[in-house]
Nanobody, 127 residues
Framework: QVQLVESGGGLVQAGGSLRLSCAASGRTSSTYAMGWFRQAPGKEREVVAAISRSGGTTSYADSVKGRFTISRDNAKNTVYLQMNSLKPEGTAVYYC????????????????????WGQGTQVPVSS
């Protein structure tokens, strides 16, 4: 198993930047594809970005392409989400997730393949 802890959230003004971190403990993070999801009040959880086990393949939601960057440092068992040019509609709880039983280059973009989830970190974006 793996335990995931997100950090780096907090209040930010529209147009600002934040970097979220997801620290994995237990089994090494390179065993898992990793994803960032978000859930706004009253809405379903949606994928923001995902990265393969190797880190060589990434995928982004259309709404964040060109503004967000997902990366991973397997030596540190940490995954990052750099968020630039934040918008008020990006206000949500952001979750880190790990998918174990996927192909080495897979980047799952739905919730179902993910086996482990963090507790989430709040990102309010003020207008």
């Amino acid at each position: 198993q793996v335990q995931l802890v997100e950090s780096g959230g907090g209040l930010v003004q529209a147009g600002g930047s934040l970097r979220l971190s997801c620290a994995a403990s237990g089994r090494t993070s390179s065993t898992y594809a990793m994803g960032w999801f978000r859930q706004a009040p009253g809405k379903e959880r949606e994928v923001v970005a995902a990265i393969s086990r190797s880190g060589g393949t990434t995928s982004y939601a259309d709404s964040v392409k060109g503004r967000f960057t997902i990366s991973r440092d397997n030596a540190k068992n940490t995954v990052y989400l750099q968020m630039n040019s934040l918008k008020p509609e990006g206000t949500a709880v952001y979750y880190c997730a790990a998918a174990e039983w996927v192909h080495y280059i897979a980047v799952p973009t739905t919730t179902r393949p993910y086996d482990y989830w963090g507790q989430g970190t709040q990102v309010p974006v003020s207008s």
